[in-house]
T-cell receptor
Framework: EAQVTQNPRYLITVTGKKLTVTCSQN?????MSWYRQDPGLGLRQIYY???????DKGDVPEGYKVSRKEKRNFPLILESPSPNQTSLYFC???????????FGPGTRLTVT | QKEVEQDPGPLSVPEGAIVSLNCTYS??????FMWYRQYSRKGPELLMY????GNKEDGRFTAQVDKSSKYISLFIRDSQPSDSATYLC????????????FGKGTKLTVNP
């Protein structure tokens, strides 16, 4: 089954404790992206990747890191999480051009 | 002026009603127009995609684009309780950036 998987689905952590949210797709898509979704603010792009070893900032990259060492994986790293990073995070992948993006199930992160 | 504006609702209608969801945009470079549907606790999924001005129909759904007015609409005929979801409009430039720009979403509830 074609899908984007994210882990963990739910995470509660404390300020400053480094964490990684994994994202994997099995559709051989070139393009991958991370979004955060907040009430009243909608979906905002954090980082994206056009292919292996090619990443770039989206609209809200501060406090996040990514890497793309393999085509199927695109982990999101929070080196020192803060409460304002409490959000619902989605990973997405797509062929190019990107009009049809496939989204993962989401990761709900709470930073206390 | 915001790049994309979408009324967040919520919108509540009886089963069988015709629903109209709308977005306005200000960026003339947008050439691809999409509607995504997001069920509660799920990632968004592409519902409809169109490139040109005019109407595109798919079953009970019709996407309408008016480039001259920078206005897009999604019509749902004979709405069903299973249509209850948040609907997000999305836009993409022609060529250049692969970025999708999303509206904030309209929450729709169809009551049996």
């Amino acid at each position: 089954e074609a899908q984007v998987t994210q882990n963990p689905r739910y995470l509660i952590t404390v300020t400053g404790k480094k964490l990684t949210v994994t994202c994997s797709q099995n559709m051989n898509h070139e393009y991958m992206s991370w979004y955060r979704q907040d009430p009243g603010l909608g979906l905002r792009q954090i980082y994206y990747s056009m292919n292996v070893e090619v990443t770039d900032k989206g609209d809200v990259p501060e406090g996040y890191k990514v890497s793309r060492k393999e085509k199927r994986n695109f982990p999101l790293i929070l080196e020192s999480p803060s409460p304002n990073q409490t959000s619902l995070y989605f990973c997405a992948s797509s062929r190019l051009p990107t009009y049809e993006q496939y989204f993962g199930p989401g990761t709900r992160l709470t930073v206390t | 002026q915001k790049e994309v504006e979408q009324d967040p609702g919520p919108l509540s209608v009886p089963e069988g009603a015709i629903v109209s969801l709308n977005c306005t945009y200000s960026n003339s470079a947008f050439q691809y127009f999409m509607w995504y549907r997001q069920y509660s606790r799920k990632g968004p999924e592409l519902l409809m995609y169109t490139y040109s001005s005019g109407n595109k129909e798919d079953g009970r759904f019709t996407a309408q684009v008016d480039k001259s007015s920078k206005y897009i609409s999604l019509f749902i005929r004979d709405s069903q309780p299973s249509d209850s979801a948040t609907y997000l409009c999305a836009f993409r430039n022609q060529g250049g950036s692969e970025k999708l720009v999303f509206g904030k979403g309209t929450k729709l509830t169809v009551n049996p």
